[in-house]
T-cell receptor
């Protein structure tokens, strides 16, 4: 079983739609959680850190569910420019406490 | 304002010909990482430095080596590139430990002919 798992998608949604991604992680002791966005052939860029209390940044909301060991990303009012791959990143104690990437979820927002 | 700089952006090498990728940072971060990312896959950690301490991932092939001569610079050396080494190589930094977010360079896309 992968340590950090995401649905690869693609998620095809119309502009203005609300879309949500989940990411599951295997180690209950994980402490750091992030969402990164990656455009094709570009480097990952931090979208937001995920805090226990949940956090919101404009149209983006991230939540952490420790009991079920998943984090989520909600995007409201999708824009064409939101089309990208969204990477979930978790620190994995079994991997020397390194940050481990999920495989990414691809989002395509259509006009 | 680039904070993590990778050169070159694109690198073409021949099968078996040694190649070096470079990374520099202006953030004065203690930790520098090298990731390999193949198409449609997650970035895979090759190794990292905490200050001068080198940490190799168990499954990183011996073909991949790294040097960090000072805080600002880190190099990835591929001694004998194979076709399977064609990938995007991403350098990243973090201020201290692994609980902190990563700052990525723009990557070097390596092609092996």
């Amino acid at each position: 079983r992968k340590e950090v798992e995401q649905d690869p998608g693609p998620f095809n949604v119309p502009e203005g739609a609300t879309v949500a991604f989940n990411c599951t992680y295997s180690n209950s002791a994980s402490q750091s959680f992030f969402w990164y966005r990656q455009d094709c052939r570009k480097e990952p860029k931090l979208l937001m850190s995920v805090y226990s209390s949940g956090n919101e940044d404009g149209r983006f909301t991230a939540q952490l569910n420790r009991a079920s060991q998943y984090i989520s990303l909600l995007i409201r009012d999708s824009k064409l420019s939101d089309s990208a791959t969204y990477l979930c990143v978790v620190n994995e104690l079994n991997a020397g406490n390194m940050l481990t990437f999920g495989g990414g979820t691809r989002l395509m927002v259509k006009p | 304002d680039a904070m993590v700089i990778q050169n070159p952006r694109y690198q073409v090498t021949q099968f078996g010909k040694p190649v070096t990728l470079s990374c520099s940072q202006t953030l004065n971060h203690n930790v520098m990482y090298w990731y390999q990312q193949k198409s449609s896959q997650a970035p895979k950690l090759l190794f990292h430095y905490y200050d001068k301490d080198f940490n190799n991932e168990a499954d990183t092939p011996d073909n991949f080596q790294s040097r960090r001569p000072n805080t600002s610079f880190c190099f990835l050396d591929i001694r004998s590139p194979g076709l399977g080494d064609a990938a995007m190589y991403l350098c990243a930094t973090s201020r201290e430990g692994t609980l902190e977010k990563l700052f990525f360079g723009s990557g070097t896309q390596l092609s092996v002919l």
